[in-house]
Each structure stands twice: as C-alpha cells, then as structure tokens.
C-alpha cells in the first residue's frame, strides 16, 4: 500500500473576486506519476503554484506528509518544478544553473560536482556542463531544467507544461523518457497539461480539470473508457456523444432504437448521453449493420481513415477504420455492446463509482 | 555596361562625417599652434599644453568633474537599478504612472531641472559647493539609469525568480544570484550613460556650482566668454583622445572579452 504524500482538503483559491478553485479534494500517493489534465484557464496551473507554494489558498488544507503546509514558503517545500519556459538562468552555464539548488542549501563543493554529473547523465547530457543555456536546443533546455530540478532529490516533481514548447516527434520521445526517469527515480510526479495524448501515454493517475473543479480522476484506462460526463468524453479522445434514452437496466434506447449495453443502475427512461468511441464503430455491409447510413467524407490521416457516415435518422457518426471505403455508399455501421458507454447527466463522481461498483458486483 | 553609378549615398555620410568632426579636428589642430588666436596658425608648439599641466586650478577641475561623474553615477546606478526593480513589480496604472514621471523627467529642459535645484537647496539651506552638483547630478542620472535597466528586466522571464525560490533560494539570494547578474549588462549600460550625462552636463550643473567649486563645461564656459584661450583647446583634444581610447577599449572588450557574448549597445559619443 503506498503511502499518501500529499493531500488536497476543500482547497479553494481565489484572485480577488475571481474563483480559479472551488472545492478541490485529493490525494497524491507517492511514487506514481499523476497528470492534471485541463484546458487553458481551468486552473491546473494554479493548483500546481498551490503544491510548489508561490501561491497561498484561500481556504482549505494542503498536507504534505500529513503536515499541514498552507503558509511554508516554496523555498523550504521539498518540492521542485519545472517550468513551461524552463527559466534557466540566462547567465550560468549548464552545470551552474543544475549546481544551483545544491550551493544555495551548502553543500559541499566536491558533492555538488558529482551529483551534477550524475544529474545529467539522467537526463543524457553527460559532458554539456561547461555549455552556455544559448547554446542549447529546446530539447536540451529541457533537459537541463529537469536535472536541475531532481538533482535536489525532491520528493515531489511538478511539471508545467514541460513538453509543450517542443516539436512533436521530440515530445514523444520526451514523453518516453520522462517515464523511465520517474519509475527509475520512483518520485512522484505531477505533470501538468493540456494534450490529452500526453497525459494518456504518462500517467498513472489522471485528474481532469475544467472551471476549477476536478472531474473526474483515473487511471488512463478507466478515464478513456468510462468518462463520468460529456466534458470529459469530449476532451479526452475522440467520440460520438448522442442523446439516448436508458430504458431499463443493459439496454438504451439511440433516437428510437433499441440497443444492448452494459451499463445500469438508472432510472427507467432516464435520459442520458451515449459515448461510443469512433475505433469502435466498424463499418460493414448494409445487411449487418446496426445502423444504416452513407458516407460523406473520408480522411486519410496515416494511421487510420477517419470517416463521417449520416445515418437514415441524420445523425452524423464519426468512425475511424484501417480500412477504406468510398465517399457516397452505403454501408452499415456495426459495434458491440461493451463499446457503448452510457452517462448519466449531472453525476458526481462518487455517484459514479458507487454505481459502477453496485452493479459490476452481480456480474 | 559596365558604367557603376555614383555611390549618393556614401557622400551623404562622408558629408555628414565631415561636418561632425571639422571643428573638432580645427580646434585640436589649433591646440598645436604656437599662436594665441585661433585666426592664423603659427607652427607646431606644445606651449598650450605646457600651459595646461601648469593650470592648477583646470587641472583639480578634471579631477573634480571625474570624481562627480564617477560617484554619481555609481549611486545613480543602485538607485536606478533598485528604482526600476520596484516600478516593474508595481502592479496596474501604478507602473505607468510611475515610469512617466520618470520619462518627465527625461525630457524635460536642463534650464528648467537647474532653476528647481537652484529654489530647492537654497530653500533648504545647502550650500552650494561639491555635495549640491552631486545631489543634482545623481537626480538626473537616475531616470536615465532606470530607462536603460528596465528593458533588461522586462525580458527576463516572470518564472525566473519562481525557479530561484522553487530551488531554496531566499528572496535576497533570488535577488543577488539569479536576477542581478541577469540584468548585470543593462546596469553596465546605464553606468556608462550616466557617467556621459553627468561628465558633460553643462545647464544643470551652471545652476547649482557655487564659488569654490566648478565643473570642467562651466569652467570652459566661462572662460570662453572672456576670449578664446588655445589652452582649453589642448584640454579639449585630450579629452577627445581619452573618450577615442574609451570607445575603442569598449569596442574591443565587447568583440572579444565577454564570456558570455553579450553586447550592450552604450552611445559613448557624448563623452567630449
């Protein structure tokens, strides 16, 4: 059982009238990797300046190992970040801005060089030290910023939008390696973002975030497979949201036709939302199809083919397939029964689970 | 075809060039002259320069105008630095309001800053002398320090001095070891202009020198009203040889001195 290392309670934070935060409630297990995923101004980075201490809450508790931490200063938080910008320092070397934690807590001078090296060995850059910050990529800046941060041995490693002032085949690879350094270092991380791929391909625990509140909070799995509401299914991935209608337990009614599905613990005939994700719907021939309908575009994307298919009752799906097919025909659009997830409007996410576990018990 | 056209635009600035420098190359030439006017020259003689070294009163006026210029800009420099420092953590229509009473006192008249100073230490009783031009000139160098400090701090990046406090740093050490040597050249800059504003201000130093005391463009002044004398001729071309070596020096430390690369565009044209 791993312990918890940091605890959120009813944090609130506000900038003058401006609520950034209401109620924020959570708990950070040591050792894992945890992504706080949010579009712009939904105040994941605020709740990250909260963790690190540049910011105080307005109301509510922050517990780092079980001490309460609202008023300690960051510079005495065994905490360290890094920044969207990286902020290096523009007038030290490479070693100097990694050695710079290091000096200012005393250590000794013949340690500093050693835990340096070793620092940026982590991070590959071994033999850069005497290096000007100018003359490093982005990539590398990068690099320097996360080795000057875990160079302190912090408990706990924020990160701001680390990876997204890099190009994209460098934040994938970035995204790898920063996974590795986690598990090989077994600190926490917090990783702030707003590119969902990132968050999916990192953590192990996501907390999404929208308008100061968290959502929802899972394992990447849990989150892509079962999104508590329409926000999250629409931020994380790429889906069909429909109006439905759940007329008993594992079955639901799409624009008057009945399908099969796995969810339950509704009310009869409670209207709800149905998530189907476009991997999941196959295209098939007009007989086997589920639903019937006509392509109307088609997009080569690499990996997949990403078409739009109206159905006879003129709702537009949006189907991703390996396979071609062409622009005007008809086709049948088939999925099973697991690949429908039904959500229920206005559900808090300990409704949620509370339902989810009642009803995966009988199974 | 191969006809190449007149280059208009290299006389142009060979014409400006030559305007510029003409009456600085005729009075240094004159300073040469064993004569005493400057309407014929009279062969080569180092009489004025002799002249000058003998001069004890123009010789402790340099040293009194160095030392002004030197220790007002140096506390124009802390001021200025701590000045802009404080105006950018200023928040909303402070900031603003704040750096244009500093821009006021950019533009305006030197006439006008010298008669204030002249109301203002008589009023409080200060003697005219030494510690009136310093007060004065630290006055006016320090907006000139704050314009010159404050882009340097504006590009820094907010976060930097997050990252200093994230990785244990207090605010002083934040403050010492991460933000100052990062505007470090901005401050060396408004050093250098400073020490040109303060070496050759004329209008406000004229208010505030009182009898024992004077500064070199005072004394050059008020001798020239009593007839030229070829002796601030040498003077002149010595200072002109000194502010030559200056740029030069300057020139070749930010080519070649300079670790880290950075170079401060410093107008040192003024020093004359």
Redesign the interface.
């Given at each position: 059982m791993a312990k918890n290392i940091m605890e959120f309670r009813h944090v609130e934070k506000r900038f003058d009238d401006n609520v950034v935060l209401k109620d924020i409630d959570f708990t950070i297990e040591a050792g894992k990797f945890y992504t706080l995923l949010g579009p712009s101004g939904s105040g994941k980075t605020t709740i990250l300046r909260l963790i690190a201490g540049f910011d105080q809450p307005t109301s509510g508790e922050i517990l780092f190992n079980g001490q309460k931490i609202n008023n300690v200063p960051a510079n005495q938080r065994q905490v360290n970040t890094v920044f969207q910008d990286y902020a290096l320092f523009p007038h030290m070397n490479v070693a100097e801005n990694v050695a710079f934690g290091l000096q200012i807590r005393g250590v000794k001078k013949a340690e500093i060089k050693r835990r340096v090296q070793e620092a940026l060995k982590l991070v590959q850059l071994e033999g850069y030290g005497e290096r000007e910050i100018t003359a490093m990529s982005g990539g590398q800046r990068q690099r320097v910023a996360i080795a000057r941060a875990i160079v302190n041995e912090p408990q706990v490693l924020l990160l701001d939008e680390a990876l997204s002032a890099l190009d994209h085949k460098l934040r994938v690879n970035m995204q790898t390696e920063l996974r590795q350094l986690q598990r090989q270092l077994g600190i926490t991380f917090i990783f702030v973002t707003h590119d969902q791929e990132e968050a999916l391909a990192m953590s192990d625990q996501i907390m999404i975030i929208n308008d100061g509140t968290i959502q929802q909070t899972g394992t990447p799995v849990d989150i892509y497979d079962e999104p508590l509401n329409h926000f999250v299914a629409d931020f994380i991935g790429e889906s069909n949201i429909v109006p439905g209608i759940m007329k008993k337990d594992y079955l639901v009614s799409i624009n008057g036709q009945d399908f099969e599905c796995v969810d339950a613990g509704m009310r009869p005939n409670e209207r709800v939302e149905v998530v189907i994700r476009p991997e999941d719907l196959d295209i098939t021939s007009v007989e086997q199809g589920q639903l019937v309908g006509t392509v109307d575009t088609q997009l080569f994307r690499g990996v997949d083919y990403q078409i739009m298919v109206h159905d006879v009752r003129g709702h537009e799906w949006k189907i991703n397939s390996i396979h071609k097919t062409t622009v005007g025909a008809q086709v049948g659009i088939s999925f099973d029964p697991e690949d429908i997830h039904v959500m229920r409007y206005n559900e808090t996410e300990a409704d949620f689970d509370a339902r989810l576990d009642s009803y995966e018990e009988d199974d | 075809m191969s006809k190449r056209h007149f280059n208009w635009s290299g006389l142009y600035l060979a014409l400006v060039f030559v305007i510029l420098y003409a009456p600085i190359v005729y009075l240094v030439v004159f300073s040469f002259s064993a004569g005493t006017t400057m309407e014929h020259y009279h062969g080569f003689s180092w009489r004025h320069y002799a002249d000058l070294f003998g001069d004890t009163r123009m010789i402790t006026i340099v040293f009194n105008t160095i030392i002004i210029a030197l220790l007002a800009s140096l506390i124009a420099t802390i001021i200025g630095t701590l000045g802009a420092l404080a105006i950018k953590n200023t928040r909303g229509k402070w900031r603003n309001s704040l750096l244009s009473l500093n821009n006021v006192l950019m533009v305006s008249p030197d006439v006008i800053i010298g008669a204030s100073f002249l109301i203002f230490f008589t009023m409080l009783g200060i003697r005219l002398g030494f510690v009136s031009v310093l007060l004065s000139h630290i006055a006016f160098c320090i907006p000139i320090v704050v314009l010159m400090v404050l882009p340097k701090i504006n590009e820094l990046?907010p976060?930097?001095v997050?990252?200093?406090?994230?990785?244990?740093?207090?605010r002083w050490?934040a403050l010492s070891?991460?933000v100052l040597?990062?505007i470090?050249p901005g401050i060396g800059a408004g050093y250098f202009m400073a020490l040109t504003y303060s070496l050759d201000d004329f209008a406000v130093t004229f208010f505030v020198t009182g009898n024992g005391f004077s500064t070199l463009s005072v004394e050059i002044y008020s001798r020239a009203r009593q007839g030229i004398n070829l002796e601030i001729n040498a003077l002149s071309a010595i200072m002109f040889l000194v502010s030559l070596l200056l740029v030069l020096g300057y020139y070749f430390i930010s080519k070649h001195g300079g670790r880290?690369?950075r170079i401060v565009t410093v107008k040192e044209g003024d020093a004359q």
């Open positions: - | 990046s976060t930097l997050d990252a200093a406090y994230d990785l244990g740093a207090t050490q070891q991460v040597p990062a470090t880290r690369n």
